[in-house]
């Protein structure tokens, strides 16, 4: 089992920036890959950001491109979503997944998901 606590989440205006973390517990935290995923009021989930377990590899959702980064500290048993430039249609709760095996854009293909931290941003 890995259990995943999300922080960081909050109000904030448009155009202004935040930093999600997310931290891992109950296994090797390195043999996971990661993945960042919201879901906004009357919408599906849907993919944000993944990052593999070594970090080399990255995948983010289009829309996010070049205001997002995702990254990984092995040692910290942590991965981030620093969110830039953030936008009213960035506001949902954002979650964090970990999946044994390669890195992947599907949500269904986690296994372990955290309980989300609100993001909001106003306009």
């Known amino acids: 089992q890995v259990q995943l606590v999300e922080s960081g989440g909050g109000l904030v205006q448009a155009g202004g920036s935040l930093r999600l973390a997310c931290v891992a517990s109950?296994?090797?935290?390195?043999?996971?890959?990661m993945g960042w995923f919201r879901q906004a009021p009357g919408k599906e989930r849907e993919f944000v950001a993944a990052?593999?377990?070594?970090?080399?590899?990255?995948y983010y959702r289009d829309p996010v491109k070049g205001r997002f980064t995702i990254s990984r500290d092995n040692a910290k048993n942590t991965v981030y979503l620093q969110m830039n430039s953030l936008k009213p249609e960035d506001t949902a709760v954002y979650y964090c997944a970990a999946r044994s095996g390669y890195v992947t854009r599907a949500s269904d293909e986690y296994d372990y998901w955290g309980q989300g931290t609100q993001v909001t941003v106003s306009s």
């Open positions: 990052i593999s377990w070594s970090g080399s590899i990255t």
């Open positions: 109950g296994r090797t935290f390195s043999n996971y890959a």
